[in-house]
């Protein structure tokens, strides 16, 4: 997706009415990436998002997890964000760039970056796996997720409904097709294939598994390797 997009137009407010238009299906896929991230969380564990919007993964992490940081680089999200945990004690919000993070080496037990925020985030998408594993513990994990192709009709589906909410600009019918939803006002969303998620872990000191989930999510989970 174009850098800048969810700075400038698509945050707080506007960002949750997208996830209001989603279809049952697509509910339930968002439903689907919470509850397997979930599964993988111990108790007192401190777990960080990548870009965490107005906190809608994170506020249920806070259920299971010690205490859940969630950076992204809307501001505006960062405030919806607040709002939305205001009965929640262990977390934290803050602006900041999820390539270039400033927390130290091993400072997490697991870095979180579902709904496709690997394409969406628009960044190098190596040096992002790698700035992951950088902040995760000695056999901490690194947990990403895309689309899996067997979602494509539902997810053009709820784009259809955001552009005609006026969210994103016009879909563009003929750029449009495997996997990649192009709008007239420059707005492009891809995804990341299992192939790809393989070829990018590729030398990646960690041991890597990828999985379909639900029919609708391609993860791709790294345990990183002992640090010393």
């Known amino acids: 997706m174009k850098r800048g997009y969810y700075d400038d137009r698509l945050h707080g407010n506007l960002l949750m009415h997208c996830y209001d238009l989603a279809p049952p299906r697509i509910r339930q896929y968002l439903s689907a990436e919470i509850d397997y991230v979930l599964e993988m969380i111990k108790p007192g564990d401190r777990i960080l ?29 960062i405030e919806c964000g607040e709002q939305l945990l205001a009965c929640v004690s262990n977390y934290g919000l803050l602006v900041m760039d999820a390539v270039q993070t400033g927390f130290r080496d091993n400072a997490f037990d697991c870095v979180v970056c579902i709904q496709n925020g690997i394409s969406a985030f628009a960044v190098d998408q190596k040096a992002l796996i790698n700035e992951s594993l950088r902040i995760t513990k000695g056999d901490g994990l690194a947990i990403f997720s895309s689309y899996s192709p067997l979602i494509w009709n539902e ?21 449009t097709r495997e996997g ?49």
């Open 49 to 77: 998002e990548l870009g965490c919007g107005y906190g809608r993964v994170l506020h249920p992490l806070t259920s299971r997890a010690g205490f859940v940081v969630g950076i992204d680089t809307s501001a505006a999200n």
């Open 180 to 228: 990649i939803i192009v709008c007239k006002d420059g707005f492009v969303a891809t995804t990341v294939s299992a192939e790809r998620f393989r070829d990018l872990v590729t030398g990646i000191p960690a041991e890597v598994n990828i999985d379909e989930v639900d029919g609708s999510s391609i993860f791709c989970v790294l345990k990183a390797h002992k640090k010393f």
């Open 155 to 175: 997810r053009l589906l709820w784009f259809q409904r955001q552009a005609e909410a006026g969210l994103i600009g016009e879909i563009d019918p003929e750029e």
